[in-house]
């Protein structure tokens, strides 16, 4: 099975989404928002406040930003990579561009979703996650950390039924236990935010860290469906899930969910 080169910003759209962090009692916690149960994307899922980015979000002007990073601090990819653009040149020239017109989107979907104002500079920029080819819907979307605001949360009611503040870990506890629906890239989020004992260590490892680029490729492993990124043996075949070799991969045939990465 051979990977489709074509550059997936080509054919997909581009949303953002903001991981809102807060110090709790017992540890930083996450805002999370419950979707509408029977109608839209992701009907019941538990996600990130987020959108597409509309044509309002992109302005002339962005073509002259330079090419790389968007904004200061941040650093080129990591696992998860595949085809990226590796210095200056147009496919980082692109890139750059894009996250100018995510920012946006960004900081107005937080607002339009939850009342809450964010700062576009204060967003630190961790992931680009791309669906899988099967996907009814996709979209090229930005993941940002960032802070929450002070304010009260005044959720959308068209788009959001529910909001709840959890620890990482909780979240995910409570989806293995089928009580919270989470699709792939807010548990992996999740997972990710977990061991940290303030939103300050958190953000700190942030800008640490390498901006991660995950191509979903959805296929199956011997435990049933799973999504395989770069640097997993079966990244571009299935035949190989079960071979020794590198593992970045999420089996999500039952519940408790399996990450592996290596």
């Keep these: 099975m051979t990977r489709d ?9 581009v949303a953002a989404t903001v991981v809102l962090l807060r110090d709790s009692a017992t540890g930083p916690e996450v805002l999370l928002l419950e979707r509408p149960r029977h109608r839209g994307s992701f009907a019941g899922a538990w996600v990130f406040p987020g959108g597409g980015v509309d044509p309002g ?19 080129p990819a990591a696992r998860g990579s595949v085809g990226l653009p590796d210095g200056p040149g147009p496919a980082a020239k692109a890139e750059a561009v894009e996250q100018l017109a995510a920012r946006r989107a960004a900081v107005r979907e937080v607002r339009e979703e939850t009342g809450l104002e964010v700062v576009p500079g204060a967003l630190i920029a961790t992931a680009v996650w791309v669906p899988p080819r099967s996907a009814p819907k996709r979209l090229r979307t930005w993941f940002y950390l960032t802070t929450a605001p002070p304010g009260t949360i005044v959720l959308a009611e068209d788009e959001v039924i529910d909001y709840a503040w959890l620890r990482p870990a909780e979240a995910l506890e409570r989806h293995a236990s089928a009580l919270m629906t989470l699709v792939a890239p807010t548990w992996v989020t999740l997972h990710g935010l977990q061991g940290d004992g303030s939103v300050a260590e958190i953000m700190a490892r942030a800008q640490r860290r390498a901006l991660a680029h995950y191509e979903t490729r959805l296929g199956t492993s011997e435990r049933g469906p799973a999504l395989f990124w770069a640097g997993d043996v079966a990244h571009a075949d299935d035949a190989l899930a079960e071979q020794a070799g590198g593992r970045h991969r999420l089996e999500v045939g039952q519940v408790p969910w399996v990450y592996s990465v290596s």
């Design 57 to 75: 979000d992109r302005r002339a002007a962005d073509e002259a930003a330079p090419a790389g990073p968007a904004t200061a601090g941040e650093k």
């Design 5 to 13: 080169t074509e550059p997936v910003s080509a054919r997909i759209g």
